[in-house]
């Protein structure tokens, strides 16, 4: 076909007509059946699920974006809601009176007094970031973070305490051994202990070569457990003056333990999940996926349930 042009005008027109014409014959019916059908899911593919908490009988889920997935333990139908102002959730834990709190990294403590159904937030006074959460056996709330700080709630996230062990360092981990007895670890190989609920604190010797565990875990004062990156993973007997590296299987980061009724689980990247068995770490058969894996927790004696990124769900027969 050959069209004659005259002039600029006709030859906009003519460029207008044709564009339109073919945009017309190549647009396809707009299809969002695929959408709102994901969309309807409890769980979505672009959720970043990173704490898992079980109160009596009911799973607790929380993520990016201020969602909640809440579930009973014994037959999983998962509920999702999004709390207001979209709160990016990074760690969640269950105090010893069945209350949960979950740290967002917007320097808010979320609570819930029946088992995730309901939430209220407590603004955390500090400017350095916070990554994780712990309760102590007294109820009080405890998150750690950036600049060795660590800020307490003894009055259910009605004021709070700021303090900095004045070190230039993160401190990823903060466990209770009980009231009084506690033990944190960190950036740069970071150790530190209290002996008086968190009043003070007396730095150990680090862990050697600067070593940054991501997550830890003693089921002791002597006895504990680092995790980080390169899926190394050391062991003390004797409260840190020494440790040992275990083999694993995996050399994917590992970024949580969890342990419950002697057993010990890590969780890391790439679909990782691992269990100590007979003082080895062994791989347990796990989707093969290539996302984290953040959390996970004993739904019985069968099942371990597994949370981490992309909408990553699951559980794993153990």
Request: glycine letters at 8%; charged letters at 20%; one cysteine or more.
């Amino acid at each position: 076909m050959f069209i004659k042009i005259t002039n600029n005008r006709q030859l906009r027109s003519t460029l207008v007509f044709a564009l339109t014409t073919f945009l017309a014959g190549c647009e396809a019916p707009l299809n969002l059946e695929g959408v709102e059908t994901e969309m309807s899911k409890a769980v979505h593919r672009t959720d970043q699920l990173l704490g898992v908490a079980v109160s009596q009988n009911q799973v607790v889920v929380v993520g990016s974006d201020g969602v909640v997935l809440t579930s009973p333990a014994s037959e999983l139908n998962w509920q999702r809601q999004q709390l207001s102002n979209n709160p990016n959730f990074v760690d969640i834990k269950l105090c010893p009176d069945q209350s949960l709190i979950a740290l967002s990294m917007e320097h808010q403590l979320w609570i819930s007094e029946d088992q995730g159904q309901h939430w209220h937030s407590s603004d955390i006074p500090t400017q350095e970031s916070l990554t994780s959460v712990a309760c102590g056996p007294d109820n009080s709330y405890w998150a750690a973070g950036s600049f060795s700080t660590l800020v307490s709630s003894h009055d259910k996230g009605a004021s709070w305490t700021e303090q900095s062990l004045n070190e230039d360092a993160a401190i990823s981990t903060v466990q209770f051994f009980d009231s009084q007895n506690l033990i944190a670890t960190g950036e740069f190989g970071l150790l530190a202990r209290s002996e008086d609920g968190g009043e003070n604190w007396t730095m150990l010797d680090p862990i050697p070569n600067e070593f940054f565990p991501m997550t830890s875990y003693f089921s002791d004062p002597s006895t504990g457990w680092v995790a980080g990156l390169g899926g190394t993973i050391l062991y003390t007997d004797d409260a840190g003056q020494s440790w040992q590296t275990e083999d694993t299987p995996t050399d994917s980061p590992i970024y949580n333990f969890y342990a419950r009724d002697g057993r010990l689980f890590a969780f890391g990247d790439h679909g990782t999940v691992l269990e100590r068995q007979d003082d080895r770490w062994r791989k347990l058969d796990s989707p093969n996926i290539p996302v984290y894996l953040r959390d996970g927790k004993l739904l019985d004696d069968k099942r371990l349930l597994v949370s981490g990124g992309w909408g990553a769900l699951f559980t794993v027969d153990i």
